[in-house]
């Protein structure tokens, strides 16, 4: 196995970018997959062939192959330690998880129905509001999808209120889990290189990967 990036008693955990790659886009992919599943453990794994073949569904030398490029991808990594899902109820989490989402501190997330599951920097009114109109942003993408990402060939499925120097005051960034919508709202610059992001849609995937809202 030492031709592999993973080896023997390293555990298998997804990286920020792993996280939102996974997020990003309801389309079925074998990299986007096989994040989803680790994502359902409360546990990263100890890596081994076993787990390789288990998240990939192929053979010994193509699971392992596969975790390779996953890793050369920058989407998971080997940790010398396990790490653990926190075990704190989401609505509770969400504020402390979303201020770290955001340079000033000020962060949203809203299910697809325009409602808002947890805050922080905003009043109560206007993350109502700015829940309710994430709703209409991505009924407007849904309509949409195939100029913007087909004839166009824009990836990404963001929206924002930029500036006239071209910065975003204010983003909408979709999360997909599974079959569920959920839009993370950020004032300012995002902060999605961090584990505090990771963090966050992990326990997305705990609760609501396997459930439709």
Avoid at 103 to 110: E, M, S, T, Y
């Amino acid at each position: 196995m030492s031709e592999y990036i993973l080896s023997d008693n390293l555990y298998l955990s997804v990286t920020p970018g792993g996280a939102f790659y996974a997020t990003q886009d309801d389309k079925l992919e074998p990299g986007r997959s096989f994040i989803q599943q680790l994502l359902k453990e409360p546990e990263t794994p100890l890596f081994d062939v076993d787990v390789a073949r288990k998240f990939t569904g192929l053979d010994k030398k193509r699971s392992l192959e596969f975790v390779h490029w996953l890793q050369e991808a920058g989407l998971i990594s080997g940790q010398e330690a396990p790490e653990v899902a926190s075990v704190e109820v989401l609505e509770q989490s969400l504020p402390r998880l979303l201020r770290s989402l955001s340079d000033g501190g000020k962060a949203v997330l809203a299910e697809s129905q325009g409602l808002y599951l947890g805050s922080a920097g905003f009043p109560h009114e206007a993350a109502e509001e700015l829940a309710a109109l994430s709703a209409n942003l991505a009924s407007v993408y849904s309509r949409h999808k195939e100029l913007l990402s087909g004839n166009l060939g824009y990836s990404q499925r963001a929206w924002g209120l930029v500036g006239a120097s071209g910065n975003s005051e204010v983003g909408f960034w979709p999360i997909y889990i599974e079959q569920n919508h959920f839009t993370l709202i950020i004032e300012g610059v995002p902060q999605f290189n961090q584990p505090t992001f990771r963090d966050l849609v992990w326990a997305l995937e705990i609760r609501y990967g396997k459930t439709s809202l």
